[in-house]
């Protein structure tokens, strides 16, 4: 079955920055596109950034565009979201995800950006 697991987030001063990591599992990663995702308190889950197949394609949120890379190893089944200069309105549960989704998600992880 699908496995999704998210890690690295945490609580970090505005400006500062923060790595997300997801391990894939259950499907053939090197053949999905994948994303990032998050979720604040009382809002609708929205897309973050996403990556092609073979990392040649990246598609990121005017939101984030210039502040958030995204990556993924293949070798390793992970995708990961660099992001520099955090905002508090970048606070939200992070989630990764093939594009289009699977049905299920993972934990997701929390990000908090507060001083």
């Known amino acids: 079955q699908v496995q999704l697991v998210e890690s690295g987030g945490g609580l970090v001063q505005p400006g500062g920055s923060l790595r997300l990591s997801c391990a894939a599992s259950?499907?053939?990663?090197?053949?999905?596109?994948m994303g990032w995702f998050r979720q604040a308190p009382g809002k609708e889950r929205e897309f973050v950034a996403g990556i092609s197949w073979n990392g040649g394609s990246t598609d990121y949120a005017d939101s984030v565009k210039g502040r958030f890379t995204i990556s993924r190893d293949n070798a390793k089944n992970t995708v990961s979201l660099q992001m520099n200069s955090l905002k508090p309105e970048d606070t939200a549960v992070y989630y990764c995800n093939a594009r289009p989704p699977f049905g299920s998600w993972g934990q997701g992880t929390q990000v908090t950006v507060s001083s």
């Open positions: 259950g499907f053939t990663f090197r053949n999905r596109a």
